[in-house]
């Protein structure tokens, strides 16, 4: 059976229960033996509702028969129409739930009325509906943009083979400089896909970790590409305990202080790392000098493969997905992470996790 139809048995049966109680209270009342003024009847007077002469089952059987199916048809009727009002909200949000099982995500049901459990259940059916469509167009753009970047490695690779080809005498040494590094460039961007997919999907062990240890880890591994582009490094590092992965957050401080090196000034460029705690949060702050940015590139520089012209340095160029993993692996352990323009110039990006539990130690 339908719901609306459970709903319309069970207001009637409720109503012919009410019903014939009530008919019975009546029928108990009228032959009550005590005074007229008493409402209360005498139970050792019950024994008149089967006596014929006393208003008894041949006089008020039919009148209580006719009321109790006048009370069915009305509560078969009125709670028909009483359910489908009920249930039309419902209705809607079944269409919409159609519409979204065949592709079109851009539908709401923006139900009317006040504030109730079918308002509140239809918002929040809204409410995913605008996610999954975000979510849908940008895996579909970054499906496009990885595309592409594979593709361009592959095209080059192919346009040298057809070259050496050609031209048996060009130099052999050139063409495989050249291919293994259009290779390595393949590679590292597979890694990164594989990397954001791992983090996307949460398939990894929490731990207790101390960010302070991985911020001055990656910090020591980077420190050669520092000293070679004539980048300072300055540390401030408090006791940053959390849990998560020890190799995800250790590529998320590699990706933000590499970042934080390659795109700096030429010469004198300064990078600050410094952790710090609170209450209920650990914090990993990178901080960089650099060209002033503007708030709207800021805000593109998280989606994958977005590099931004200020930001593209021909001698490492990147994959494009550092940010993008670092922005992944954060919410990946509940975290958020903040870009900001520095105003004399740079980027500051913060990164906020919980706090591991006092009982994990460091």
């Known amino acids: ?36 003024g008493s409402f209360v009847p005498n139970l050792s007077d019950l024994w008149l509702v089967l006596t014929p002469g006393n208003f008894g089952p041949r006089v008020f059987v039919p009148a209580a028969a006719a009321v109790l199916t006048f009370l069915l048809v009305f509560g078969l009727l009125g709670g028909w129409i009483l359910a489908g009002r009920m249930l039309a909200p419902l209705t809607r949000i079944t269409d919409a739930t159609r519409m979204a099982t065949n592709g079109s ?12 459990e079918f308002r509140e259940l239809a918002d929040a059916f809204d409410t995913m509906l605008a996610q999954l469509e975000t979510h849908v167009a940008e895996q579909q753009r970054f499906a496009a943009n990885a595309s592409h970047e594979l593709r361009t ?29 259009v290779n390595t460039r393949a590679i590292d961007l597979t890694e990164a896909l594989l990397l954001l997919s791992r983090a996307d999907q949460r398939s990894f062990t929490r731990e207790p970790v101390d960010l302070s240890l991985i911020a001055e880890e990656a910090t020591e591994t ?13 540390t401030s590092a408090d006791i940053t305990p959390t849990m998560g992965s020890r190799a995800l957050l250790l590529q998320l401080a590699t990706n933000l202080i590499h970042n934080a090196i390659v795109h700096n000034q030429p ?6 790392v410094s952790t710090s705690t609170h209450p209920e949060s650990v914090l990993l702050t990178v901080e960089n000098t650099g060209e002033k940015l503007t708030q709207e590139l800021v805000s593109t520089l998280t989606e994958p493969f977005q590099r931004g012209t200020e930001r593209i340095r021909t001698d490492h160029p990147g ?11 954060t919410h990946a352990h509940d975290g958020n992470l903040t870009l900001t323009p520095r105003s004399a110039g740079g980027l500051c990006v913060t990164v906020q996790l919980p706090a591991a539990p006092p009982h994990t130690g460091r």
């Open 1 to 36: 059976m339908s719901v609306r139809l459970k709903l319309t048995l069970s207001y009637a049966g409720f109503l012919m229960l009410a019903g014939a109680l009530l008919l019975a209270a009546v029928w108990v009342f009228l032959l009550r033996g005590g005074p007229v």
């Open 105 to 116: 995500l851009s539908h709401r049901i923006r139900l009317p009325g006040r504030k109730d």
């Open 153 to 181: 490695p592959l095209a080059i690779t192919q346009t040298l083979l057809d070259v050496a080809r050609t031209d048996p005498n060009h130099d052999t040494s050139e063409l495989l400089d050249r291919l293994h590094t």
């Open 222 to 234: 980077l420190l050669p590409l520092a000293e070679k582009r004539g980048v300072t490094i300055a």
């Open 267 to 272: 010469e004198q460029g300064t990078v600050w």
């Open 319 to 329: 994959v494009g997905l550092g940010l993008a993993i670092a922005t992944s692996i």
